[in-house]
């Protein structure tokens, strides 16, 4: 099993709503992340989870919260969002070779509206 | 933060012509990737090279990587319609830390 799947595929929330987006892997991956695209621009890193613990945190507002509650689940807990927060995101996965990113494992990603 | 500029943003050619697309960064890199996107979809990993790695080739791809001028370029040989997507470049920046950045892109179209 080489997937990453990504639940749901489409969002719209209003800016008071709270939301969350799930991410899964089941290839035995210890690093977790969570990128965000805006349209005809490229992925953008927000959070980065290696063995279960958040190792970078690229300075993304408060309104988006991560959670890794274990090894094949990667959460991203969505509070207060703004329009300008619409944007594909992205989860991956790799196997989290110390110091050394490899090959990274993309979801089809959850495209989020913010009315 | 960006480290990729890739040229040129947008490419068209028609099947059969070889597609070529550079990426230049500006950092010390672990490695240098090259990931393709259909539109509105997941990206999927290319190739990787890694710093001391010169070219590097898989089916109809090839990847050079100059590591002096801090560049990289990735050859289509013999594209076809289905090659019609955006291309990203990544560098593994040597942070001791798990990330990987990636370029601005190019879009390419190939026509029947």
């Known amino acids: 099993d080489t997937e990453v799947t990504q639940t749901p595929k489409h969002l719209v929330m209003g800016m008071t709503n709270k939301k969350s987006l799930k991410c899964e892997q089941h290839?035995?991956?210890?690093?977790m992340y969570w990128y965000k695209q805006k349209a005809k621009k490229p992925p953008e890193l927000m959070f980065v989870y290696s063995y279960e613990k958040l190792s970078i945190n690229e300075s993304v507002p408060s309104r988006f919260s991560p959670e890794c509650p274990n090894s094949s689940l990667l959460n991203l807990h969505l509070h207060a969002l703004q329009p300008e927060d619409s944007a594909l995101y992205l989860c991956?996965?790799?196997?989290?070779?110390?110091?050394?990113?490899?090959?990274?494992?993309f979801g089809e990603g959850s495209r989020l509206t913010v009315l | 933060s960006q480290q990729g500029e890739e040229d040129p943003q947008a490419l068209s050619i028609q099947e059969g012509e070889n597609a070529t697309m550079n990426c230049s960064y500006k950092?010390?890199?672990?490695?240098l990737q090259w990931y393709r996107q259909n539109s509105g979809r997941g990206l999927v990993h290319l190739i990787l090279i890694r710093s001391n790695e010169r070219e590097k080739h898989s089916g109809r791809l090839r990847v050079t990587l100059d590591t002096s001028k801090k560049s990289s370029s990735l050859l289509i040989t013999a594209s076809r319609a289905a090659d019609t997507a955006s291309y990203f470049c990544?560098?593994?920046?040597?942070?001791?830390?798990?990330?990987?950045?990636f370029g601005t892109g190019t879009r390419l179209l190939v026509s029947p």
């Open positions: 991956a996965s790799s196997r989290g070779l110390a110091g050394v990113s490899g090959e990274l494992f």
């Open positions: 290839m035995g991956h210890r690093a």
């Open positions: 990544a560098t593994d920046l040597n942070t001791g830390f798990q990330k990987l950045v």
């Open positions: 950092t010390s890199i672990n490695n």
